[in-house]
């Protein structure tokens, strides 16, 4: 599908169809991205599909997905764009004796020694893709501002070029784990979204979804007892994926209930350090004796 | 007021409680709602949240303000209508209104309280709006009214016997015995202010003068474990602020100072010449911090806030040392450097502090005197006091004396206290016999504790 959702409805049942469900405003705010042509800036705890979401909505709209992982230490030649310059050399030498020096000039900035980097790779597509710019937050302020032209007006500044104005009009997804606050010239260019974990409802719904032969009483056990994780005060509270790789490993082993033992021995997969073990056994297990 | 106007005004309220609103906002906000179907409530209060409120704080800030701007805003075109409860233009929610009003005299008080329970435990929002005009009707117009929303909202409550701790009494099967949820409790009050609000409007035919959020509203969630989630992902954001903050320098400070002596001193090499220049060496600033916790009952609430603040200052600087306090103080540096984990230095402190002792009420003065005794060598200039405690001596003496010799002989002395202004010096609080050494914040919400890193990491001297 190419052309862009006509309803809120219609985008919250593609998202659906496409593995994902969307809860509360979030199919509200996906569509109007799109119609905006606004980019969308998704903060919340992780692993609460905030990534998932841009891949959805790619899938959905029958788009290539455009990946930027941002980290510390990121910088434009890595994001934007770069100069090729091995090939630049080539052709200077290519054509030392002869030519120019303005027709060598001209000729070594142009398109054809440009090397994309996902930035510009977005805008500079023939068709329009889902760009994602995965945890923004990781990445200095600095990094930031250089978005800032992208995301208001959809072009790129390249000195020796000039503006490139894009192609096509890709829908922008940000992804915050808010471990910074964020600068308020971006949160200014976007629509804002933000995702907690689901109710316990909602999470049944998603268990269900990705592991449909999970029989619903252990699922519904499943989900209560991550939403009692998640309560206490841990490093590192268990995520929806994480729910769903419990799931699944139960079904592996066969498991047709959650038991003590059950969840001594399966509780690796959703609590990943080693005072959280402690603590969750200490809590979890006894209201299972 | 057509709708241009009223999400204008909105877009001021906003503005007024501090969510940063710039025309372009507004300009967004237009435009989302020209793509939604804005006649629904729900779709047109997220559509004006997602491009509005760009923060969970200011999330909560214009959930706040639009239920209130909307409800004004209906109840001054009510007003203007004409239009009274039990009239010809009542809804269906005003006709049961009125039914409520009726059936007033015959209300079973007791039968009253098990339907309210029951709806709180079940989460049915739809019968609790219900189930608050009728327990308006039942108790609110029989006495009295204070006309003071707040205390009539905590009156009817109290009736109604509503609480979240466990209520062993109700036999088993009733909502009560379990305690009632927090979070439905919280949506009832609201849902009871609202109702006595609208009675309030419809007495006096006129709106009462809107007021600002106060800060209660939206201040940090003080209660127990539940809320420390939150108040840790908070105090991380803080952390990092802390850890950068003072690292870079700013406008002038950013060059360098020529070392005038050092630099003559070289040029003797080059016949008086000052060809090299010195620079006097960058000093980076070391605080030492000494921060005196208190964790006694009466701060209850903001002990957990200030610990992971302690936690969080202990994370960010290396040369700190911790204290807690009841009746005397304990050095708990070692605990913090011990454990990592926030629950089990919780744990530790309130177990083997040993600082409470008889009362278990507070004494500053003996405080003071046992923290002078322990660190009087060592605190010096450059050194930084923090106090975290409401100043509440329970009738004892303050002993400012001590304090003061305290804060004379350390550089800079802050006192935070969690206690809203308006409760300073009112009873047993003493602050202001300390407040002439010291220089206080009122610190109970994130963004009091900002400003007071700012503070702390501003102005340090050198």
């Known amino acids: ?289 | 007021m057509n709708l241009d106007q009223q999400l204008l005004g909105l877009g001021d309220q906003l503005r007024a409680e501090g969510v940063a609103i710039g025309t372009s906002e507004l300009l967004d906000a237009f435009a989302a709602l020209g793509e939604v179907d804005w006649r629904e409530r729900a779709s047109f209060q997220q559509a004006l949240a997602a491009t509005l409120a760009k923060s969970p704080e200011d999330r909560r800030v214009f959930d706040l303000v639009f239920e209130r701007f909307f409800f004004r805003a209906s109840e001054a075109a009510a007003i203007e209508a004409g239009i009274r409860e039990g009239g010809e233009g009542a809804g269906p929610g005003e006709r049961a209104g009125a039914q409520a009003d009726a059936a007033a005299g015959r209300i079973d008080l007791e039968e009253l309280r098990g339907q309210i329970a029951r709806a709180l435990a079940a989460g049915d929002e739809a019968r609790l709006r219900d189930l608050a005009r009728l327990a308006l009707a039942a108790i609110g117009r029989a006495s009295d009214g204070s006309n003071v929303v707040g205390i009539d909202v905590q009156r009817i409550r109290r009736v109604l016997g509503l609480r979240s701790d466990p209520q062993p009494e109700y036999p088993d099967g009733d909502p009560r015995r379990e305690g009632l949820p927090r979070e439905a409790l919280r949506r009832f009050e609201a849902m009871l202010r609202r109702e006595l609000e609208r009675a309030q409007i419809e007495r006096t035919r006129e709106l009462p003068p809107s007021r600002p959020l106060g800060d209660l509203d939206r201040a940090l969630p003080s209660g127990p474990a539940a809320d420390l989630a939150a108040v840790h992902r908070v105090v991380a954001q803080l952390r990092r602020r802390l850890a950068s903050t003072g690292m870079e320098r700013r406008g002038s400070d950013r060059h360098d100072h020529v070392d005038i002596r050092a630099t003559m001193r070289a040029s003797l090499q080059t016949g008086g010449v000052p060809v090299v220049v010195k620079y006097r060496p960058r000093r980076p600033r070391r605080p030492e911090i000494y921060v005196l916790c208190d964790v006694s009952t009466s701060v209850t609430s903001a002990s957990v806030f200030f610990l992971s603040v302690l936690h969080a200052l202990h994370d960010s600087f290396r040369r700190m040392r911790s204290f807690v306090f009841i009746e005397r103080i304990s050095e708990v540096t070692d605990t913090f450097a011990r454990q990592r984990s926030f629950k089990a230095i919780s744990d530790a402190i309130s177990t083997d502090a040993g600082v409470a002792d008889v009362s278990g009420y507070t004494d500053y003065g003996r405080v003071w005197s046992e923290f002078r005794a322990l660190v009087e060598d060592e605190l010096h200039p450059r050194a930084t006091v923090i106090v975290l405690g409401d100043a509440r001596t329970n009738g004892r003496d303050p002993r400012a004396d001590i304090f003061a010799t305290i804060a004379a002989r350390a550089g800079r002395t802050f006192w935070l206290n969690p206690e809203p202004r308006l409760y300073w010096n009112y009873g047993d609080s003493v602050i202001d016999a300390y407040a002439q050494w010291c220089t206080v914040f009122e610190c109970w919400t994130t963004r009091q504790l900002e400003d007071f890193v700012r503070a702390l990491s501003g102005s340090a001297p050198r």
């Open chain 1, 1 to 289: 599908m190419d052309s862009l959702p006509e309803s809120v409805d219609a985008l919250a049942a593609g998202l659906r169809a496409a593995g994902y469900l969307p809860g509360g405003s979030t199919a509200l705010v996906a569509y109007l991205a799109t119609r905006l042509d606004k980019p969308v800036l998704v903060e919340g705890p992780a692993g609460v599909g905030k990534t998932e979401l841009a891949k959805a909505l790619a899938s959905y709209l029958g788009r290539d997905l455009v990946r930027l992982q941002c980290y510390e230490g990121l910088d434009e030649a890595k994001a934007l764009y770069e100069w090729n310059y091995r090939k630049q050399l080539l052709r200077i030498q290519a054509e030392a004796d002869g030519a120019g020096w303005a027709e060598v000039q001209d000729d070594i900035f142009g398109e054809e020694f440009l090397l994309a980097r996902p930035l510009l790779a977005a805008i500079s597509a023939k068709t329009p893709v889902v760009l994602l710019i995965d945890e923004i937050d990781k990445t200095d302020q600095e990094f930031e501002a250089m978005l800032l032209e992208l995301l208001s007006d959809f072009q790129i500044t390249i000195p020796e070029l000039g503006a490139v104005a894009a192609s096509s009009q890709p829908v922008v997804v940000l992804t915050s784990n808010n471990s910074r606050e964020l600068t308020e010239a971006l949160k200014r260019r976007c629509l804002y979204l933000w995702l907690d974990y689901p109710s316990i409802e909602h999470e049944l719904a998603i268990v269900r979804l990705h592991a449909p032969a999970l029989p619903e009483t252990v699922a519904r056990k499943l989900v209560e007892m991550v939403a009692m994780v998640r309560e206490l005060d841990l490093k590192k509270p268990p995520s929806i994926a994480e729910s769903i790789d419990w799931a699944r490993a139960l079904l592996l082993l066969g498991r047709s209930d959650i038991d003590a033992a059950t969840f001594n021995e399966t509780m690796s997969v959703i609590v990943k350090h080693r005072t959280d073990i402690e603590l969750v056994a200490e809590r979890v297990g006894l209201a299972l004796q």
